[in-house]
């Protein structure tokens, strides 16, 4: 059998792919949400790799979860999370 | 299915490991990895709380996922410290009865912190839990300065710092009563108001003056600290070097220390009387009887007699002999009673009760330091 095509391979690569799109879609989600709600950003820009999440936008996240009601109630963060929850298991 | 899960777990574990390698050397190692996706890891990871539970005997462990609730970000410090320090950690239902026994007093702690956080951000912003700390540290450096000037006889800025110390100290204490005070107040009386059968005005002032005022940690070494600094500079100066005991309440070991007395109080005090009620009928036996072996005029009468032998035979460590200069030759036969009576008292006094009070100390300073690296292990 042709090594590209060996059902653990497959499953392997299927995988891996699966959960970078999942998390490619938490990271764009999670992005979207802090500059919008939390920066109050009109989000106008070409593409997500203008809007970066560094380290020190950090706490301004965890500020925004515990004060800020809009942001800690998103459907954006309840996906997520739900995302998430399924990649963690 | 277990196959796909635990490539899940190997993809977390990569971004939980290349998060510590970042926090450690501010770079990404796998270029695979960015810093939008570590943010995200660390961010998601921190409010996702996971739950295992079985649903009857037979079926499988089932992960629940749920986000921490906002509130649960208002709990404070304090109590976070004085539950894990108090709980009782000797098995798994021992310490969920102890949480579910607080849960209500936690709840209604993160509303109150969370309504008066939302009323009043300015203030709760700028001082947080680490004010009284800071406040704390700075008023000790200044009680060590003033302390060390006194010990170069140096006393110019003395009351410079002093004063310094007795406004940081006032404060502190403006701020508990302003922050903590009320939530202090409420939860002692919510606590008293679930627990207690009789309300009455004397308990009233005991909850609000006493517990949640008095007796609170950072009230009464701001307190101590006033009473010292004003005694010092308006009183008598050597006051101010009793105000290098509030370290106590800054460091832990020195507490147990305190705590290794204190705890068992009862058992040193009984002991220590045990200990006075031997030398007294000692001291009454040498008094009757070898009075005129003991050098000098100490011994004139019973009771200069007893804190002569309390002074120098419990301290001394030689006991009824250390005071005395009998021998065969002086004495006769009345030396083998004065011997008899020397070596009792030096067995019971100096071998048994002091190392008596010395294991009661040694074995609780232990027993806390013991409890204390269990819970930090835990």
């Known amino acids: 059998m042709t090594e590209g095509f060996h059902p653990e391979i497959i499953n392997y690569q299927t995988t891996n792919f699966e959960l970078n799109m999942i998390f490619s879609i938490i990271v764009n989600s999670l992005k979207q949400l802090y500059y919008c709600v939390a920066k109050n950003d009109p989000f106008e820009k070409k593409c997500m790799a203008d809007y970066p999440l560094r380290m020190a936008d950090f706490d301004g996240l965890q500020l925004a979860f515990q004060r800020n009601n809009t942001f800690s109630n998103h459907t954006l963060l309840i996906i997520c999370l739900r995302l998430f929850a399924y990649i963690y298991g | 299915m277990a196959e796909i899960k635990s490539k899940y777990e190997i993809f977390c574990n990569e971004l939980e ?35 295992e539970a079985v649903r009857t005997d037979n079926s499988k462990l089932v992960n629940f996922y749920f986000p921490i609730a906002k509130k649960c970000y208002y ?33 209604q702690e993160m509303d109150f912190n969370q309504s008066r956080f939302n009323n009043r951000k300015g203030i ?12 704390e540290v700075t008023c000790f450096v200044l009680t060590i300065t003033n302390n060390l000037m006194l010990l170069m006889d140096d006393e110019s800025m003395i009351e410079l710092f002093g004063l310094i110390e007795l406004a940081l100290s006032v404060v502190a204490i403006v701020f508990f009563l302003n922050l903590n005070y009320p939530l202090v107040r409420q939860l002692n009386r919510f606590r008293y108001e679930t627990t207690a059968a009789v309300e009455s005005y004397y308990n009233k002032i005991q909850l609000d003056v006493f517990q949640s005022f008095l007796y609170q940690k950072n009230v009464w070494v701001f307190l101590y600290h006033i009473f010292c ?23 832990d070991t020195m507490q147990f220390i305190i705590k290794s007395v204190v705890m068992h109080i009862g058992q040193l005090l009984s002991t220590l009387a045990l200990a006075g009620l031997i030398m007294f009928s000692f001291s009454y036996l040498v008094t009757m009887y070898f009075v005129d072996e003991i050098s000098g ?20 460590g030689q006991g009824i002999a250390g005071l005395t200069s009998a021998t065969v030759e002086s004495l006769g036969n009345k030396y083998y009673l004065l011997f008899l009576l020397n070596i009792t008292f030096f067995l019971l006094i100096n071998t048994v009760l002091l190392n008596i009070i010395l294991a009661i100390l040694v074995d609780t300073f232990s027993a806390l330091r013991q409890k204390s690296d269990q819970f930090g292990n835990k």
């Open chain 2, 17 to 51: 490991s290349m998060l510590k390698y970042f926090e450690k050397n501010q770079t990404i190692s796998n270029k695979s990895i960015s810093e939008d996706d570590l943010v995200t890891y660390k961010f998601i990871s921190q409010i996702l709380v996971k739950v």
């Open chain 2, 75 to 107: 709990l404070s410090d304090d109590t976070k410290r004085k539950f894990l320090k108090d709980v009782d950690r000797e098995s798994l239902d021992s310490k969920l009865s102890g949480l579910y026994s607080e849960k209500m007093y936690f709840n």
């Open chain 2, 124 to 135: 709760f912003t700028i001082f947080g839990s680490g004010t009284f700390l800071f406040l």
């Open chain 2, 229 to 251: 600094v004003s005694a010092g500079l308006y009183g008598y100066t050597a006051i101010i070097t009793l105000d290098v005991f509030s370290a106590i309440n800054l460091f």
């Open chain 2, 297 to 316: 005029d100490t011994c004139s009468s019973f009771s200069s007699c007893f804190f002569y032998i309390m002074d120098q035979a419990f301290s001394n």
